[in-house]
């Protein structure tokens, strides 16, 4: 107790305006506190390191915030006219009428949510565009200009009432920038109006509200409109949990400002229950590719009380809230993250032919990751122009939620030994870790296990632990299987599988004394993945997981490896099945030329084989001539070691690319790779010429593949007779499909 007293001398001890010192004491109300807990408090003047720390300590999140973690994984709905458009953001000028909507089934989102393990939606009633998604009484661009139901269709009711049947929360997405109220000239948004005082709602003939409650507010014609619409969002679709506010503005004018003081009155008034995310309440996770940080604190460092400001910015850093960005703050609040993404490649619906969906292996990975890294995993899924969830989408989603339910609803410390208040399922006991910094738990039996959770009591202690490590008893021995940084909400751990029947929490750095309110224990059924193998130009041979074809808003990540800790590659080079004896893949390796098969090994199973045949290393090839290529699509990309790149050049005489090969090999055959996403180009028929010279040309053979649009996969022809060359020339004679070009996206020589 000295020691608190002591880092704590010089403060006033007035936090916020009322703090008050607690006795230490053994009872479970206040165990460990020792001053008044509050979700936001000040910084005073004579506050130093030690103190600050201990203010960290006492930052809690308020019941609406920690309602909002426990919620966990929640669900995005881009829906509107880009949709129909295929953009991701509107102009504000598009014919209502492009949202062809003949029907809408909210009862399949919610569904397929809840099969995913889902407990909220945030529905976009307006994006930027400025177009609504329900009957709304202040404007009439929105679905009531569209054939929808004869303009009496109202998507968010339909949603609302789904959200109900299904068990889901259900949040509102409503974009405070306005592109129809800024290009329309009779537009609110930015017309330079005066402030005056307005009563919300604003009274409409013939559209009484049921809710009579009004509101008084001093604001300008922009703000009055948002404050219309909020009031009928939050009265008549409710209950809502969540109001989100995107902070994205594809346009301003006129010096818009947003009175959002009278925003929040009006959601804390009207959604007592609901957070609100872009403010105090929920922030952004710093990026759209559902990347977690390492780590993630959720007591955050302002200059301003955030409970005051009007505008929040961004935090999008790697370090957000460590101990030396607290140091220079003036209040610390809580806040925590939502980690955001999109099941496609895009936050709308675009095609199903071309736009990417994420593997589930992928949407798992981020779940954990998010969910177990203090933070909540927010996952788009947009409908598409017949108003469901692509098919493609709701795979994902069910096998996604077959994980978690599989894996997270057996806890396996069930009935194990140790102390009461960690194992049992009240979110409200906790064990205080003041002198001895760790815990042992004994079970009756030995478990098998690779995955670890804990969750330290936020609601009453906040966020204390900054490092610990997870120890089993193996072999008589204990070992350390799995070390984390800070715990918060919850931390998950992910280690190789082990089985043991004692398990000890060490905590190694703290900036308080912990209380811990959970553990429990899971086993995830690892499932080896498909491999993909790649040879670099150089030769270099690496062999990986497959990973899904999604290129948006990507990140380096090792899904298959973080999934399954236990994963192992194994491979040959000489023909035969790989085994679990088979040479271990460990980095990549030189091969001159020749087939490499492999296969991913679990503790049990194994996945399927991968194999393919490498012809000559590229490194020595140069390209001697090419017909003109497409600006952006140049022949040297043919024989670049990319599958992404291609060569393209226009069809209009048979177009020829010609490659010195940089010694003379003996030629079997070659394989032909078209481009993936670029059906114009694909050469169906052609001729393969060979020199030694570079100047006298012989022709080798002519070659044709078939159905190359359906299947632009690697083709491969094999020479009637090896020939020895140094030169080797491809010539275009037909393009599948009548297409005006020709393309390569990789050439490759199979040698003897």
């Known amino acids: 107790m000295m020691k608190i007293i002591t880092a704590l001398k010089k403060q006033s001890f007035l936090l916020a305006g009322a703090y008050l010192l607690l006795a230490f004491s053994c009872t479970s109300s206040n165990e460990g506190l020792h001053i008044q807990t509050n979700s936001t408090i000040a910084i005073d003047q004579d506050d130093n390191q030690d103190s600050i720390r201990i203010k960290a300590a006492h930052v809690v999140p308020t019941n609406n915030q920690y309602e909002a973690l426990k919620d966990e994984f929640i669900a995005f709905v881009h829906f509107g006219p880009n949709t129909f458009t295929a953009k991701e953001w509107g102009s504000g000028m598009e014919d209502p009428a492009v949202f ?168 804390r008034t009207l959604a007592p229950e609901a957070v609100i995310f872009g403010r105090q309440d929920i922030r952004w996770g710093g990026n759209e ?193 799995a070390e984390g940084n800070n715990i918060g909400y919850k931390n998950i751990l992910r280690f190789p599988e082990i089985t043991t029947d004692q398990l000890r929490v060490n905590v190694l750095d703290e900036r308080l004394e912990p209380a811990i309110s959970h553990v429990s224990a899971f086993y995830y059924k690892t499932r080896p993945p498909q491999l993909i193998i790649e040879r670099s130009i150089e030769g270099m041979v690496s062999i990986e997981a497959q990973k899904a074809d999604f290129g948006w808003k990507t990140y380096a990540q090792d899904i298959a490896g973080s999934l399954n800790r236990d994963l192992s590659i194994r491979y040959t080079l000489d023909g035969t099945e790989p085994t679990a004896e088979s040479t271990l893949y460990e980095e990549p390796f030189y091969l001159a030329h020749g087939e490499v098969k492999a296969a991913a090994f679990g503790k049990e199973d194994q996945g399927a084989v991968a194999s393919i045949l490498f012809g000559a290393v590229k490194k020595s090839w140069t390209l001697l001539a090419s017909s003109a290529s497409v600006n952006g699509y140049e022949a040297t990309k043919a024989i670049d070691g990319k599958k992404e790149t291609y060569w393209k050049a226009k069809a209009e005489e048979k177009p020829q690319i010609t490659i010195d090969l940089g010694e003379q090999l003996t030629l079997t055959g070659f394989t032909y790779l078209p481009p993936l996403k670029d059906k114009e180009g694909m050469i169906a028929l052609g001729n393969i010429y060979y020199s030694s010279d570079g100047s006298n040309w012989q022709i080798l053979e002519s070659f044709e593949f078939g159905n190359l649009i359906n299947d632009p996969s690697l083709r491969r022809h094999d020479f009637e007779e090896p020939v020895d060359a140094k030169y080797l020339k491809l010539e275009a004679v037909r393009i599948a499909g009548g297409h005006g070009f020709a393309a390569i996206a990789e050439l490759g020589l199979l040698v003897k």
């Open 100 to 267: 062809d909507l003949k029907e809408v089934d909210t009862d399949q989102w919610c569904e397929a949510m809840k099969a995913a393990g889902m407990t909220k939606v945030i529905f976009t009633a307006k994006h930027h565009d400025g177009f609504v998604l329900w009957q709304s009484r202040y404007t009439q661009h929105g679905l009531m200009s569209t054939g929808f139901r004869e303009g009496k269709g109202d998507v968010l009711k339909d949603l609302s009432a789904s959200c109900k049947k299904y068990g889901l929360e259900l949040g509102i997405y409503l974009s405070p920038a306005d592109l129809y109220q800024i290009e329309n000239p009779e537009g609110l948004y930015g017309n330079l109006s005066k402030k005056s005082k307005r009563t919300i709602p604003s009274p409409i003939k013939d559209r009484p509200f049921q809710n009579t409650k009004t509101f008084e507010f001093e604001v300008d014609d922009y703000n009055e409109y948002f404050l219309n619409q909020l009031f009928e969002l939050l009265t008549e679709y409710g209950p809502v949990t969540e109001v989100w506010f995107d902070g994205a503005h594809p346009k301003t004018k006129g010096g818009q400002t947003y009175n959002y003081a009278s925003w929040k009155e009006l959601i």
């Open 289 to 481: 590719s559902g990347k977690t940080r390492e780590i993630e604190w959720n007591v955050i460092p302002y200059q301003e009380d955030p409970n005051q400001l009007n505008r929040f910015n961004d935090i999008t850093g790697e370090d957000v809230a460590s101990l030396e960005k607290l140091n220079s703050a003036n209040y610390l609040h809580y806040q925590p993250a939502e980690t955001n993404t999109s099941i496609r490649e895009g936050w709308f619906y675009r095609n199903d032919h071309e736009q990417g969906v994420r593997s589930a292996d992928d949407v798992f990975d981020m779940y954990e990751r998010a969910v177990g890294g203090n933070s909540i995993f927010l996952l788009n899924i947009p409908p598409n122009t017949e108003g469901k969830f692509p098919d493609r989408d709701v795979k994902v989603l069910e096998e996604v939620g077959n994980r978690i339910k599989n894996t997270y609803s057996n806890n396996l410390l069930a009935t194990a030994s140790g102390p009461g208040q960690v194992l049992d399922n009240d979110d409200q006991s906790y064990l205080l870790l003041d002198k001895e910094k760790s815990f042992e738990i004994v079970l009756e039996t030995p478990i098998k296990l690779n995955r670890f959770v804990i969750q330290e009591a936020i609601a009453t202690h906040g966020e204390r632990v900054s490092a610990f490590s997870l120890e089993a008893m193996l072999e008589g021995d204990w070992k350390t299987i």
